[in-house]
């Protein structure tokens, strides 16, 4: 059986007044069927942009410049906007990031979701309607009419985000982005909607691309793990091996950060801040920051390499890599 | 996205240079202020008197760059000269109006409730009462002439003052200036002038701005209207308003007038614009 | 609702009734016996005497305008010192005139100031946006009095295209009266040359008006569409895969409807008060050339009559601008709360 979705090389150019940057440089994985990829990273490394650029919804002075994604063996990037709508919102939906403003604040949360239902599909007003009760029902909220009726400012965040994965959900999409779906909301709704995204994958096969800065969320739902950096994807590969033996300082970096945060309620955030897209330094962009860096980094932007299950982009070698390891299990022994 | 911006990496839009446009149309401004102060000074020709029977009605030349109307005389001076009416009641009800407004607008959100409840009302049917009905009115009853139209001006333009002034006050009251003012032991009023006024003087100067603009507007209605500067002193609404029965033979005498007006009216809202752009700007 | 609707007329009769206060004081101010100015000149002591008993005008101020608000209270005008005729009457013809050129007028600033705003702040050339926007610059600062002369000049004088005054033509019947409008009376009468010709004379009269405000609102309306394209929910519409037509009409122009909701009320008053320089220069007979008129005539009357109706007009049409908030944003309550 295809993937899901096949994204291969793509890059994302922006204008900006400082110049041009692309916060998609050559990005690849892939995603299956009822399968949950998480692409995890630090706030601006432009995991946003990359959903946004598979969605086709680009801010002005961005463009696609390259690369492919092929959705059920569509390929998404060769298609007009008029058919790119027709599969936006339909067969690959997208989740944002912050519920409360997400919808329109002037119409009831039933009429928006009709919207995107009627908007592809012909059925009669009672048919949307019935999709949209069973949708918001799906969703676990309770008194789907009443919901419906609401305006969203008269609903709680987590309730609009329930909302906003029911309106996803609508169509029966095969993929569902969603963007940091749970960082907006508190601690106890988080798990609510994590369950539910879960529940939904199982229930419709749902193919799931989460993307959040969060390793704590990874840990919870993730079946591959997506690291990404700088535009980048600096390693990738199933959840548990990523976890057990992450490859890349900067994935260790982000695990040790959520692990702290677990533990101690206290917030580590890896040394030194998020790369000016402007000015990369040369070779690989994590070099600044790196505790392990060298010669070899700086040489040349490390490409992705096989490591067993998984694919890191680091030119640490094996003997280095095992010292590495030796120093993170005493860390762990002692933290 | 939003660390995007931080890193700079917002997408690129067309700033305008914010502190130049105030610099320039400031500088326009007092240009056209020189213009009316000095104008019959520098006029060609005499502006009032009545010119030879030869000289009437003549088309733009270049002895008389905008023509002559009907009695002989050059209209460049006129206009020239008739900056110095309309701007002079410009600025004369603007600083009336404004100072006054203030004031009530300072006692309103400064004293007690009942005071703001009274000028909200007046206010209100200020508003709402047409105003150039209202001026029509007061400049007929009182004499056309030019200070019956100053006095009906001030009468229609001092509530905008008055309620932009005690709603910065009602919101200035809320921040912790005015309550640590009061503590230290400061009397009202020195608390509203130390502390209330400087605060507002940027969006009055916006309102002041625009208003000139306004006022010359209006006011040139009005001598329009034959209810404004008395003849034979120029006035550009007057002037246009002896150029309706000349439209066919001397289209020259609805052209400049107009364009001055228009130009003087345009620098003086550009600038108000401007000076709003950079107030909204920096607060920001 | 009928609470706030209730609040709001009695604050119109406050309105109304300080209006009159106002105008009655003003209009004693004036120099000239009024007595005289009915009885002619002709007159001789004694018919100026019995004018002033019979309009009571030998009485004390105050009398006499308590008088007046009585006389208000049945929709009495009085009678205009000039033409002895109710003043009522006059009114009621001349406001028709007004409604409707004020009315043509806001429809029409309506729906071009938002087409023209809208296609601005969407098109994708430059040189379309950077054209309306010096438009709306420069209209807004021409005085609508220049612009109506302008107008006059250009379209009539010079083009002969439309012309010059007047609703009609002067040898062109008015239509029989159903409404006053004679838009809609030249209809509903079966006479399309009676509607062409009307809609021909009020174009010009409509334009000088508007202009200039369509140019304010184009530039309010245009710079809200732009804010509120950066908000996420409009992100969120196109993730819907709706089409961009469908996101600016229905959610982007609604959006930001409630500041310029705001404006178009005070627009409107704006449209009142121009509406008599506009009327004197087209000879509209309307109630600003009768106002004018009146007010050099030194005939009050009529002038304290136009008064109170445009104040009247004003504060309804805010009203109804108030009442329409709710409509365009439901989160705004202005009684009560949602059930």
Redesign the interface.
Known sequence: MSAALEVEDLVTEIDTEAGRVRPVDGVSFTLGHAETVCLVGESGCGKSMLALSLMRVLPPGARLVGGSVRLEDGELTALSDERMRAVRGSRMAMVPQDPMTAFDPLYAIGDQIMEAIRAHEKVSKDQARERMLTALGQVRLPDPPRIARALPSELSGGMNQRCMIAMALACDPVVLLADEPTTALDVTVQAQVLELLAQLQRRYGLAILLITHDMGVAARVADRIAVMYAGRIVEEGPARTLFARPRHPYTRGLIRSAREAAQRGRHHSIPGAPPNLLALPEGCAFGPRCAHVHEACRAAVPSLRDFGEARAACVLEDAEREWLEAARTSDAANG | MSTMAAAGVTPAIGRARLGTNVLVLGVLAGLVVLLAIVGPWIAPHDPIAVGPTADQLLAPSATHLFGTDQVGRDLFSRVLAGARASLGVAFAVVAFASIFGTLLGLLAGLGARWIDEVLMRLTDMFFAFPYLILAMVVVASMGPGVVSLIIALCIIWWPGYARQVRGHVLAIKQTPFVDASRVVGNSGLKTALRHVLPQMLPGLGVRVSFDVGNVILIASGLGFLGLGVRPPEPEWGAILYEARSYTLSAWWLAVFPGIALTLSILVFSFLGDALSDRGSRRSR | MAGYIARRLA?LL??VF??TV??FV??H???GDPARLAAGITADEAQVEAIREERGLDRPIADQYWLYVKQLAHLDFGESIVTRQPVRRELGDRLTATLELIIVSFVAYLVIAVLIAVISATTRRRGVDVGVRGFA??A???????LA??L??VVY?RLGWLPAGGRLEIQTAPPPKVTGFYLIDSLLAGQPQVFMEAVEHIILPAAALTLGLIAIAVRLIRTTLLDEFD???V?????????ER?IVWR?VL??SMVPVLAVFGIQF?YL???A??VE??FSWPGLGTY??NS??A?DYPP?LG??IV??AI??LA?LLVDLLYPV????IRLWGQRA
Do not use: C, E, M
């Not at chain 3, 807004?140 to 220049?146: G, L």
């Not at chain 3, 992100?235 to 089409?243: D, I, Q, W």
């Not at chain 3, 365009?328 to 989160?331: C, H, L, T």
């Open positions: 604050l406050l309105i300080s209006v106002v105008t003003l209009s101010l004036v120099p610059i420069s807004y600062a021409i005085p609508p009095f220049v002369f302008w006059q000049l004088f908000k996420d929910y992100k969120v519409l196109r993730l819907k895969g709706l089409s469908r959610h609604r959006n008053g009142l008060s121009g008599v320089l004197v220069i106002a004018y007010i050099l030194l002038v136009v008064a445009t104040t004003f504060v805010n365009v944003d439901p989160r």
